[in-house]
């Protein structure tokens, strides 16, 4: 069992007083973990952000916050404690950003750990995977994070690299490909950028020929910016290649491979001098006639484009945790300085400024990881609820967060932090990639805003269509809504799914609900179909689902805190001053996680009423071109 392999490890011994139970295997007693891990919940088949378009809250996906039980949590603590061990004893981050490669002896402790398949089921092989649950992989996020260049090369292997044959390969294809990925004996790549398609995924260039006996296909073309390129052994490859529709039409339509460098006919670049994660790899690939297999199809021939959106939509979310976890490092070692440091014969940590980037980077590694938790707990459960809406607006806010969060605490040491004598300046230039990894945000908002826009005006057109009542009544809500009105949700109250002490909290957040609500309609109104060219509008409307999101995150995880009365859940309760003041206790720098930051309300207040008051439509008409195809 997987985690056997971490026990007799050579990177370390795990002593017997970590475990709660013991079996025996070879002679020795070793823990075994749960053979269950998901979340004892009812199947759902819907995600929240979506239904927020619409002005609603579906609060069965997000109240109460998803924990783990008992077992679960038991086992999650026996896997992090020497991943935590390794990661401070073992890696040298400073040596890996100089030499701009991870030592081989580095690379083989995390293959004993089993980090090379933390996702892939324990079935698969000898040894098998470690069949992480998305909750269990955030959590183990937090520590690789810690170092850049390892945790994108272990995101490309498995976030992204074997992610293919997980949601979309055969049995054949996991049973061949999966156990040798899992033990790390084989490393994966995700091959879909070419020089002249970057975020236009659809107009890669690559192509893949039948050949003339029709049992395999001949690759052709050229990947840039693949992580692993240099080494990798599979490689999940996306061509053009010629289908036929029902009429008999030939098209060309992107189709996803699995390819084996042993296949020949795999040329790898020089390895990119990048600015940050020195220590990944990253080069062009070149296929030159690569003969594949047709069973080395993944999917359906002319599916593609469905798996690489499934497989980049499925790992984004793991984003927030792993930079809340560099996030509570920094904040860990500024506050080490900050209560250190004296200027004015003061210590810095009693300056208002310095406490509020304290406040910031706090409250911005709080909500990161709320939001990457709760989706993480919304794809743990039965019925796979669609989330790739919320998992592209957990990338796009913790990717934000995490750079200005870096950027505020090399602030604090000032000179210091510019030097290499101290880690900022690499957190600095590692989190820049952040922001243009899987997808850039850019690129993330317009889907975002398009796919909540598109669910919505499908909705809304079937309602109003023929019925003349539901369009004066939505008319009446819209003159409504300009006056600032709202909608009891269920939050609150008697029978409310939220702490009373989070009241008012609750009442902002079922205030701006209806609000976005209204401005999306005012917006569809306006503009039908051509919104897909108002890129301004799309953003405003994107920061604001975004916010939103990040509000019902954090005001169900505290919550949920209160409730069971959990070790410093007062932290997570505003106080009767401004939300994110700080306050100084005993020496030590501590702020206040406000539940819903001031910046959120105003953003959110200003946003939709900005989108309200530019978008209004004098008649319900132009309702017949909201739906987006």
């Known amino acids: 069992m997987s985690l056997n392999r971490i026990i007799n490890s050579k990177s370390f011994d795990i002593g017997k007083s970590l475990l709660a139970f013991n079996l025996r ?49 038991e086992e999650l603590n026996q896997f992090v404690a020497p991943v935590e061990k390794f990661f401070n004893e073992n890696v040298d981050s400073k040596k890996i950003d100089e030499d701009a490669k991870i030592p ?4 083989d402790g995390l293959k004993e750990l089993g980090l090379f398949g933390m996702q892939v089921p324990e079935e698969y092989g000898k040894l098998g995977g470690l069949g992480l649950s998305n909750t269990m992989y955030a959590r183990l996020g937090e520590i690789t994070a810690l170092d850049g260049s390892i945790a994108v090369t272990l995101a490309a292997h498995q976030a992204i ?83 036929v529709d029902q009429e008999g039409v030939k098209k060309d339509k992107m189709t996803a491979f699995l390819v084996e460098r042993a296949f020949g006919g795999i040329t790898s670049g020089l390895a990119e001098d990048k600015m940050g994660i020195r220590g990944s790899n990253t080069c062009e690939v070149v296929y030159d006639n690569v003969p594949v297999p047709l069973e080395n199809v993944i999917g359906e021939v002319g599916g593609g484009f469905k798996v690489a959106m499934n497989i980049l939509n499925s790992g984004r979310f793991s984003m927030g945790s792993s930079g809340a976890g560099m996030m509570k490092k920094l904040i860990e070692m500024t506050a080490e300085y900050a209560t250190t440091r004296k200027q ?43 989330c790739s809406l919320e998992a592209a607006i957990v990338k796009v806010f913790s990717s934000e967060g995490s750079w200005i969060c870096v950027s505020e605490a090399l602030q604090v040491l000032g000179g210091l932090g510019f030097t290499k004598n101290y880690a900022y300046e690499r957190y600095l230039r590692d989190c820049r990639i952040l922001l243009i990894f899987e997808g850039t945000n850019e690129i993330l908002r317009m889907y975002i805003a398009l796919t909540g826009m598109q669910y919505a005006g499908k909705i ?88 939103l999101f990040a509000m019902t995150a954090v005001l169900s995880r505290a919550s949920r805190s209160i409730s069971i009365g ?34 959120f309300v105003w953003s959110l207040c200003d946003a939709c009423s900005f989108l309200s008051s530019r978008c209004c439509s004098p008649t319900p008409s132009a309702c017949r071109n909201v739906s987006t195809s």
């Open 161 to 243: 690299g074997l992610k293919g044959i997980l949601i979309a390969g055969t049995d054949a294809q996991k049973e061949k490909y999966l156990p040798k990925l899992a033990s790390g004996e084989h490393v994966a790549a995700f091959c879909l950028t070419e020089p002249g398609s970057g975020s236009d995924a659809a107009s890669v260039t690559t192509r893949a020929t039948l050949s003339e006996d029709g049992t395999h296909y001949l690759l052709n073309g050229s990947k840039m910016w693949i992580s692993n390129g240099c080494f990798a052994d599979i490689m999940t490859v996306f061509a053009k290649t010629e289908v």
């Open 25 to 73: 295997y070879n002679g020795k007693f070793v823990p075994h973990p749960p053979q269950y891990r998901c979340f004892r919940t009812q199947a759902r088949s819907l995600a929240y952000a979506k239904d927020l378009f619409l002005g609603q809250i579906n609060k069965a996906e997000v109240f109460p916050y998803p924990e783990i039980g008992n077992e679960e949590l």
């Open 566 to 599: 959990l070790r410093n859940h007062d932290h997570e309760v505003p106080t009767p001053a401004d939300t994110g003041q700080p306050s100084c206790e005993r020496g030590t720098l501590i702020t206040r996680t406000a539940i819903i930051p001031s910046r």
């Open 104 to 107: 081989s002896e580095t690379l």
């Open 344 to 386: 004015f014969n003061k210590k810095l940590s009693e300056f208002g400024m310095i406490q509020e980037k304290f406040a910031l980077m706090a409250t911005n590694a709080f909500v990161m990881e709320s939001m990457a938790y709760l989706t993480a707990g919304m794809m743990d459960r039965p019925g796979v609820p669609d």
């Open 460 to 547: 809304l057109t079937g309602k109003i269509k023929g019925n003349l009542g539901m369009a004066v009544g939505m008319m009446g809500q819209k003159l409504r809504s300009s006056f600032g009105g709202t909608k009891d949700f269920g939050l609150t109250g008697k029978d409310g799914l939220v702490h009373p002490s989070l009241a008012d909290s609750a009442l902002k957040l079922e205030q701006n609900v209806y609000l976005f609500g209204s401005a999306v309609e005012s917006v569809l109104y306006r503009y039908g179909k051509s919104i897909v060219d108002e890129q301004l509008v799309l953003k405003r409307v994107a920061d604001v689902i975004i916010n």
